[in-house]
C-alpha cells in the first residue's frame, strides 16, 4: 500500500517560513519523480516544485528562488522549504510521487500566510 504523509504545514505572516515534509512508504522511493503541488481556493492545483530521481530540479517562476525542494533517498523522504512567503502562496499543498503511469498523492497540508 502506498502512503505518501505530510506534515509542517501551518499558519505565519508574510516574510515567514515554513518547511513542508513528506515520507512515502510502499514505493521504490528512489525512482520516483518527488513533487509538490498546490491548490488554492477557487483555483486549479498547481506544480509548485519537482526533483527527479537524479536529483534534477524545477520550479513554478512564482516561488523561484524562495522555495527549495529537496530529497533524502535514504528516508524516502521529500521537503519543501519555503522562504519569503506571501499571502498568495496560501493553499493546501500537495506530495506528489510519479514513476510513467504511477502516480500518487497525499492527503495535503494547509498553508496559510496572512499579510
Known amino acids: 500500500q502506498v502512503q505518501l504523509v505530510e506534515s509542517g504545514g501551518g499558519s505565519v505572516q508574510a516574510g515567514g517560513s515554513l518547511r513542508l515534509s513528506c515520507t512515502a512508504s510502499?514505493?521504490?522511493?528512489?525512482?520516483?519523480?518527488m513533487g509538490w503541488y498546490r491548490q488554492a481556493p477557487g483555483k486549479q492545483r498547481e506544480l509548485v516544485a519537482t526533483?527527479?530521481?537524479?536529483?534534477?530540479?524545477n520550479y513554478a517562476e512564482s516561488v523561484k528562488g524562495r522555495f527549495t525542494i529537496s530529497r533524502d533517498n535514504a528516508k524516502s523522504t521529500v521537503v519543501l522549504q519555503m522562504n519569503s512567503l506571501k499571502p498568495g502562496d496560501t493553499a493546501v499543498y500537495y506530495c506528489?510521487?510519479?514513476?510513467?503511469?504511477?502516480?500518487?498523492w497525499g492527503q495535503g497540508t494547509q498553508v496559510t500566510v496572512s499579510s
Open positions: 506528489n510521487s510519479n514513476w510513467g503511469r504511477h502516480d500518487y
Open positions: 510502499g514505493i521504490a522511493f528512489r525512482v520516483f519523480r
Open positions: 526533483v527527479t530521481s537524479d536529483g534534477s530540479t
